[in-house]
């Protein structure tokens, strides 16, 4: 049973070393949240991950293995299913680094404040312009149904989860609260075969798409649901 009011999921793919320098930032920022590190079942680094997860169970962190699926399933799975358990479910990438001490307390604070909300942090890369992590009140997943729509497969998530918190008056950018970007289009990371992958030419037109899509079909409806929250 969890004794905290708050999730993170990170899913990850062949880079353990990247959550075992989140986990060194998240005892360094003194968090209380439970992270969940989801991975691939076919991950070649399945064992180090393990590794790494293993010295961090004071936290209460714990990983689930997968048969590989897009970052849309991975979050919109364990947030559905685990909303019931949490008041607030966040995402950030294995890419991401928390730096402002206590964090996830003043993220929390501010959605208790809100009722009902969308928050998000400065990756000192994007900042103001997108929510590239993002926590969010779990009655907003279970109004809507899913933490992304379904098609979206993992680009444009952070511009679904902007576009819906300004519609309904629910989103709030905390430019004080850093949780650091550690991407290549930042110039603070090498690429790897995981980033060309998913910020191909290819992805990002079916994301593009299917975000439009959405848009046009399903935006409207969802956008009532989370008013009909407040």
């Not at 590989?68 to 909303?83: F, G, T």
Request: a negative charge.
């Amino acid at each position: 049973m969890n004794d905290t009011d708050m999730l993170w999921i990170v899913p990850s793919r062949s880079r353990p070393q990247n959550i075992a320098r989140l986990i060194k930032g998240w005892n360094q920022t003194r968090c209380y949240a439970d992270l969940l590190v989801v991975i691939d079942l076919d991950d070649p680094a399945q064992d180090e991950y393990h590794e790494v997860l293993s010295g961090a169970q004071h936290w209460a962190s714990y990983s689930e293995i997968l048969e590989r699926k897009m970052l849309s399933w991975k979050l919109n799975h364990y947030a559905a299913s685990l909303a019931k358990d949490y008041d607030f479910i966040g995402f950030m990438g294995d890419d991401h680094l928390p730096r402002t001490p206590i964090w996830d307390g003043l993220m929390g604070a501010q959605l208790r404040k809100m009722g009902t909300g969308i928050v998000y942090a400065n990756d000192l890369f994007q900042g103001e312009n997108l929510p590239t992590s993002v926590c969010m009140s779990t009655d907003i997943i279970s109004a809507i149904g899913y933490m992304i729509p379904p098609t979206i497969e993992h680009l444009y998530c952070d511009n679904f989860w902007k576009t819906l918190g300004q519609a309904t008056g629910t989103l709030v950018y905390r430019e004080d609260i850093i949780i650091e970007h550690i991407h290549p289009h930042a110039k603070k990371a090498e690429s790897d075969a995981q980033y060309e992958r998913v910020n191909s030419a290819r992805q990002d037109e079916h994301d593009r798409n299917a975000f439009e899509t959405y848009k046009r079909k399903q935006f409207a409806a969802d956008i009532q649901k989370v008013k009909g929250l407040k």
